[in-house]
Protein backbone atom coordinates (compact mmCIF):
# COMPACT_ATOMS: atom_id res chain seq x y z
CA UNK A 1 0.00 0.00 0.00
CA UNK A 2 3.02 2.59 0.55
CA UNK A 3 4.38 1.83 -2.78
CA UNK A 4 0.90 2.83 -4.28
CA UNK A 5 0.89 5.70 -2.02
CA UNK A 6 4.43 6.31 -3.51
CA UNK A 7 3.46 5.97 -6.98
CA UNK A 8 0.00 8.01 -6.86
CA UNK A 9 2.31 10.95 -5.22
CA UNK A 10 4.81 10.85 -8.06
CA UNK A 11 1.92 10.95 -10.33
CA UNK A 12 0.55 13.85 -8.59
CA UNK A 13 3.76 15.65 -9.39
CA UNK A 14 4.86 14.72 -13.16
CA UNK A 15 0.93 16.34 -13.56
CA UNK A 16 1.82 19.52 -11.48
CA UNK A 17 5.88 19.71 -13.90
CA UNK A 18 3.75 19.31 -16.59
CA UNK A 19 1.42 22.30 -16.29
CA UNK A 20 4.08 24.71 -16.02
CA UNK A 21 4.75 24.18 -20.01
CA UNK A 22 2.48 25.71 -22.05
CA UNK A 23 2.89 25.04 -26.54
CA UNK A 24 2.14 28.24 -28.38
CA UNK A 25 1.25 27.36 -32.16
CA UNK A 26 -1.10 29.64 -34.35
CA UNK A 27 -0.57 32.59 -37.02
CA UNK A 28 -1.87 36.02 -38.02
CA UNK A 29 -5.50 36.56 -39.01
CA UNK A 30 -7.91 39.17 -39.96
CA UNK A 31 -4.83 41.89 -40.65
CA UNK A 32 -6.60 44.82 -41.57
CA UNK A 33 -4.41 48.08 -43.36
CA UNK A 34 -4.72 50.93 -45.80
CA UNK A 35 -5.27 49.54 -49.73
CA UNK A 36 -5.64 52.81 -51.28
CA UNK A 37 -4.41 56.07 -52.10
CA UNK A 38 -4.37 58.74 -50.19
CA UNK A 39 -1.73 57.30 -47.63
CA UNK A 40 0.85 54.68 -47.50
CA UNK A 41 -0.35 51.71 -49.61
CA UNK A 42 0.63 48.76 -47.12
CA UNK A 43 0.67 44.69 -48.24
CA UNK A 44 1.05 42.06 -45.75
CA UNK A 45 1.15 39.00 -44.98
CA UNK A 46 0.99 36.25 -42.29
CA UNK A 47 3.92 34.04 -41.21
CA UNK A 48 2.39 30.90 -39.22
CA UNK A 49 4.19 30.59 -35.99
CA UNK A 50 5.19 27.56 -33.61
CA UNK A 51 5.03 25.27 -31.80
CA UNK A 52 7.59 26.35 -29.27
CA UNK A 53 6.91 26.51 -25.22
CA UNK A 54 6.50 28.73 -22.94
CA UNK A 55 7.16 27.51 -19.14
CA UNK A 56 7.16 29.88 -15.69
CA UNK A 57 9.82 28.31 -13.32
CA UNK A 58 8.30 26.10 -10.55
CA UNK A 59 10.10 28.15 -7.52
CA UNK A 60 9.73 31.90 -8.72
CA UNK A 61 7.20 31.91 -10.84
CA UNK A 62 9.41 33.67 -13.57
CA UNK A 63 7.86 33.76 -17.27
CA UNK A 64 9.58 32.74 -20.31
CA UNK A 65 9.77 34.50 -23.12
CA UNK A 66 9.89 33.81 -27.04
CA UNK A 67 10.47 35.94 -30.29
CA UNK A 68 9.28 34.92 -33.24
CA UNK A 69 8.06 36.21 -37.01
CA UNK A 70 4.42 36.88 -37.28
CA UNK A 71 3.78 38.86 -39.96
CA UNK A 72 5.53 40.14 -43.27
CA UNK A 73 4.62 44.19 -44.03
CA UNK A 74 5.80 46.64 -46.79
CA UNK A 75 5.32 49.01 -49.59
CA UNK A 76 4.98 48.36 -53.26
CA UNK A 77 5.57 52.27 -53.54
CA UNK A 78 8.56 53.89 -54.29
CA UNK A 79 8.57 57.25 -52.73
CA UNK A 80 7.09 58.51 -50.18
CA UNK A 81 4.79 61.90 -50.90
CA UNK A 82 4.72 64.60 -48.13
CA UNK A 83 0.87 64.99 -48.45
CA UNK A 84 -0.50 61.56 -48.73
CA UNK A 85 2.08 58.84 -47.12
CA UNK A 86 3.04 60.85 -44.05
CA UNK A 87 -0.08 60.23 -41.96
CA UNK A 88 -0.44 57.79 -39.86
CA UNK A 89 -3.04 55.25 -40.39
CA UNK A 90 -4.49 52.43 -38.49
CA UNK A 91 -3.49 48.61 -38.88
CA UNK A 92 -5.22 45.71 -36.72
CA UNK A 93 -3.99 41.91 -36.34
CA UNK A 94 -5.89 39.09 -35.03
CA UNK A 95 -4.31 35.64 -33.86
CA UNK A 96 -5.69 32.59 -34.46
CA UNK A 97 -4.12 29.41 -31.80
CA UNK A 98 -4.03 25.45 -32.84
CA UNK A 99 -2.48 25.63 -29.48
CA UNK A 100 -3.28 26.02 -26.93
CA UNK A 101 -6.61 25.07 -27.25
CA UNK A 102 -9.40 27.72 -26.36
CA UNK A 103 -7.09 31.10 -26.80
CA UNK A 104 -9.06 34.05 -26.44
CA UNK A 105 -7.98 37.51 -27.25
CA UNK A 106 -8.25 41.37 -28.68
CA UNK A 107 -6.64 42.02 -32.11
CA UNK A 108 -3.15 43.98 -31.86
CA UNK A 109 -3.74 47.09 -32.95
CA UNK A 110 -0.91 49.39 -34.34
CA UNK A 111 -0.28 52.81 -37.38
CA UNK A 112 1.74 52.19 -40.23
CA UNK A 113 3.06 55.94 -41.88
CA UNK A 114 6.00 57.18 -44.42
CA UNK A 115 8.71 59.05 -43.31
CA UNK A 116 9.46 61.76 -45.76
CA UNK A 117 12.78 62.59 -47.49
CA UNK A 118 14.63 59.01 -46.20
CA UNK A 119 11.68 57.31 -47.92
CA UNK A 120 10.74 54.68 -45.35
CA UNK A 121 7.75 53.04 -43.83
CA UNK A 122 6.84 52.68 -40.46
CA UNK A 123 4.37 50.25 -38.44
CA UNK A 124 4.16 51.40 -34.84
CA UNK A 125 2.64 49.00 -32.31
CA UNK A 126 0.45 49.29 -29.02
CA UNK A 127 1.11 47.67 -25.89
CA UNK A 128 0.80 43.87 -25.81
CA UNK A 129 -2.44 42.29 -25.40
CA UNK A 130 -3.38 39.24 -23.57
CA UNK A 131 -4.60 35.70 -24.38
CA UNK A 132 -6.46 33.67 -22.30
CA UNK A 133 -7.14 29.68 -22.19
CA UNK A 134 -7.61 26.65 -20.55
CA UNK A 135 -8.43 27.51 -16.59
CA UNK A 136 -6.71 30.62 -15.44
CA UNK A 137 -4.12 30.16 -17.88
CA UNK A 138 -2.32 33.26 -20.06
CA UNK A 139 0.22 34.69 -22.18
CA UNK A 140 1.01 38.19 -23.64
CA UNK A 141 2.18 38.66 -27.32
CA UNK A 142 3.87 42.68 -27.96
CA UNK A 143 4.44 43.12 -31.67
CA UNK A 144 7.69 44.87 -32.21
CA UNK A 145 7.75 48.44 -34.22
CA UNK A 146 9.95 47.79 -37.44
CA UNK A 147 11.01 49.56 -40.45
CA UNK A 148 10.68 48.69 -44.55
CA UNK A 149 11.90 50.56 -47.66
CA UNK A 150 10.04 51.93 -50.64
CA UNK A 151 9.23 49.45 -52.39
CA UNK A 152 10.30 47.06 -49.68
CA UNK A 153 8.78 44.38 -47.13
CA UNK A 154 10.20 43.60 -43.49
CA UNK A 155 9.37 41.34 -40.74
CA UNK A 156 7.40 42.10 -37.39
CA UNK A 157 8.54 39.62 -34.68
CA UNK A 158 6.26 39.27 -31.57
CA UNK A 159 7.75 38.09 -28.22
CA UNK A 160 5.14 35.80 -26.55
CA UNK A 161 6.13 35.16 -22.69
CA UNK A 162 3.82 33.66 -20.10
CA UNK A 163 1.87 35.16 -17.70
CA UNK A 164 0.14 32.11 -16.11
CA UNK A 165 -0.47 28.85 -16.44
CA UNK A 166 -3.56 26.94 -17.00
CA UNK A 167 -4.85 24.90 -13.77
CA UNK A 168 -6.26 22.04 -16.49
CA UNK A 169 -3.71 19.04 -17.23
CA UNK A 170 -3.09 18.84 -20.61
CA UNK A 171 -4.27 15.77 -22.89
CA UNK A 172 -0.78 13.86 -22.46
CA UNK A 173 -1.06 14.89 -18.98
CA UNK A 174 -4.34 13.03 -18.24
CA UNK A 175 -3.54 9.90 -20.38
CA UNK A 176 -0.01 9.85 -18.32
CA UNK A 177 -2.16 10.37 -14.91
CA UNK A 178 -5.09 7.54 -16.04
CA UNK A 179 -2.63 4.49 -17.17
CA UNK A 180 -0.73 5.31 -13.84
CA UNK A 181 -4.07 4.79 -11.41
CA UNK A 182 -5.12 2.24 -14.02
CA UNK A 183 -1.42 0.37 -12.95
CA UNK A 184 -2.15 1.18 -9.00
CA UNK A 185 -5.59 -0.54 -9.50
CA UNK A 186 -4.66 -3.68 -10.72
CA UNK A 187 -1.85 -3.92 -8.61
CA UNK A 188 -4.61 -3.76 -5.60
CA UNK A 189 -6.51 -6.11 -7.44
CA UNK A 190 -3.75 -8.38 -7.94
CA UNK A 191 -2.84 -8.53 -3.98
CA UNK A 192 -6.58 -8.38 -3.12
CA UNK A 193 -6.81 -11.57 -5.05
CA UNK A 194 -3.51 -12.83 -3.89
CA UNK A 195 -4.69 -13.05 -0.08
CA UNK A 196 -6.88 -16.00 1.13
CA UNK A 197 -9.37 -16.14 3.83
CA UNK A 198 -8.58 -17.74 6.76
CA UNK A 199 -10.78 -20.90 6.38
CA UNK A 200 -8.88 -21.91 2.82
CA UNK A 201 -5.67 -21.40 5.06
CA UNK A 202 -7.20 -24.13 7.66
Known sequence: MKHLLLSAAALLSLSTASQATTTIEGGATDVTFNTTDPGLVITANPIPFGPFNLDLDPGTLTPSSFTTNVLSIGTDETTINLFEDTNSLPISVGF????????????????????WLIDIGV???????????????????ALNDTFFG??????????FALISESAVPEPGTW???LMGFGAAGFAMRRRRSSVRPLAQIA
Open 123 to 141: VRWDGPATFNFGNGGAFSL
Open 150 to 159: TPGTTNVSGT
Open 96 to 115: SFTNPFGTTGDPITGETFGV
Open 175 to 177: AMM
